[in-house]
T-cell receptor, first 115, second 112 residues
Framework: GAVVSQHPSRVICKSGTSVKIECRSLDFQATTMFWYRQFPKKSLMLMATSNEGSKATYEQGVEKDKFLINHASLTLSTLTVTSAHPEDSSFYIC???????????FGPGTRLLVL | AQSVTQPDIHITVSEGASLELRCNYSYGATPYLFWYVQSPGQGLQLLLKYFSGDTLVQGIKGFEAEFKRSQSSFNLRKPSVHWSDAAEYFCARISGNTPLVFGKGTRLSVIA
């Protein structure tokens, strides 16, 4: 199947700093990518839909100025957690639609810990 | 709103026993249905998917799932569970170019 990568896989940062997470589709082009957040022992929560060349669409309750999304190319979307706080600590997962199919392929996730 | 329900939060199965994980979806246009598996601390891996056609779909790792429109179900099955199957399993649906809607997941424990 299609491969989606995320970098970094794990990051620890100080409160108040910003963290950028990259999501790449390695062997296909993705006009749409999705960013999810997963709390411990919980299901995934959709944060936003990232569209190449346009502004991301955020889900209700997700602060767009807090979670900046940039989808500059057909293979790369980035999520920047600005002025991170301990409550932002979570597992962040991206996904991308694989080609003509509706199948979403997921990245391996990024574990963020804010101290 | 479209939804996916996984009634079982946690299931424990003996190694070698059969497994069935339940998934129900809410009414709507014929959905695309998926099962994903997530090992602890890992991302999600696609097990199988149903778009149309044969209602019994085969996936990786010996899993299969059956789409039953009359019951709005897409249950995941495996005839003989291995200890390495212990993980969290998510059922999900999509309609059109929309994000996946996930069930809350079912945690599978495998005992000797």
């Amino acid at each position: 199947g299609a491969v989606v990568s995320q970098h970094p896989s794990r990051v620890i940062c100080k409160s108040g700093t910003s963290v950028k997470i990259e999501c790449r589709s390695l062997d296909f082009q993705a006009t749409t990518m999705f960013w999810y957040r997963q709390f411990p022992k919980k299901s995934l929560m959709l944060m936003a839909t990232s569209n190449e060349g346009s502004k991301a669409t955020y889900e209700q309750g997700v602060e767009k100025d807090k979670f900046l999304i940039n989808h500059a190319s057909l293979t790369l979307s980035t999520l920047t957690v600005t002025s991170a706080h301990p409550e932002d600590s979570s597992f962040y997962i991206c996904s991308a639609n694989g080609g003509l199919e509706e199948t979403q392929y997921f990245g391996p996730g990024t574990r963020l810990l804010v101290l | 709103a479209q939804s996916v329900t996984q009634p079982d939060i946690h299931i424990t199965v003996s190694e070698g026993a059969s497994l069935e994980l339940r998934c129900n979806y809410s009414y709507g246009a014929t959905p695309y249905l998926f099962w994903y598996v997530q090992s602890p601390g890992q991302g999600l891996q696609l097990l199988l998917k149903y778009f149309s056609g044969d209602t019994l779909v085969q996936g990786i790792k010996g899993f299969e799932a059956e789409f039953k429109r009359s019951q709005s179900s897409f249950n995941l099955r495996k005839p003989s569970v291995h200890w390495s199957d212990a993980a969290e399993y998510f059922c999900a649906r999509i309609s059109g170019n929309t994000p996946l809607v996930f069930g809350k997941g079912t945690r599978l424990s495998v005992i000797a």
